[in-house]
């Protein structure tokens, strides 16, 4: 099957999201201009370091005064846009600066049905190119990157209650916990 690239310039619309309850979530970039919404799935760390790192890059941006773009950024709690249709699970996610056009660059590459997403980062594919990993390219200006960043850390937070005595999730039932040698923990 030929490649397929998604490519959104200042989209209507960019944001993280999920589907399903907290434990069972599917999370997903999505983006939406002009009547077409693509929605690429990844996992819920991906959307953390995601927004962590596109945070340090804005912040480094602002401190250098180079950050483009002016405004608040407008925060958005809506729902992902239904129907949600999973164009593809992203393996590798890059972040960058584009300095002539002064916007954020955000891609995610489909992942390899082997897993060698990394090999397929190591290696440059032109956009004409037809074979390769599918890719979803979003070029934001500063103001929508941090919105974005908003949104995100609220959708990772949003999930279920971290064990007061060894931080991982808590099930509605509780969970079996490493401090208390293996007792349940509600």
């Known amino acids: ?7 959104f310039d200042l989209p209507e619309r960019f944001v993280a999201g999920t589907v399903g309850d907290p434990g069972s979530r599917t999370f997903f970039l999505q983006a939406r201009d002009a009547g077409r919404v693509i929605s690429v799935v990844l996992e819920k760390i991906q959307v953390a370091v995601l927004a962590d790192r596109l945070n340090q890059l804005l912040e480094e941006l602002e401190r250098r005064g180079i950050a483009g773009g002016t405004g608040e950024p407008v925060p958005d709690a809506d729902p992902l846009d239904e129907p949600v249709v999973e164009a593809f699970r992203a393996g590798t996610l890059t972040l960058g600066w584009d300095g002539d056009s002064e916007r954020v660059l955000v891609e995610a590459r489909e992942q390899d049905e082997e ?5 397929a980062a190591d290696v440059e594919i032109e956009d004409d190119d037809p074979e390769g990993p599918d890719l979803f390219r979003v070029r934001l200006s500063a103001p929508a990157a941090r919105a974005f960043v908003e949104r995100a850390v609220r959708v990772v937070g949003s999930g279920r209650p971290p064990c007061p005595l060894c931080g991982d999730p808590l099930d509605a039932q509780g969970h079996i916990c490493p401090r208390r040698n293996g007792h349940y923990v509600n």
Not at 1 to 7: A, D, E
Not at 115 to 119: A, G, I, K, N, S
């Open 1 to 7: 099957m030929p490649r397929r690239l998604y490519v």
């Open 115 to 119: 897993d060698e997403e990394v090999e």
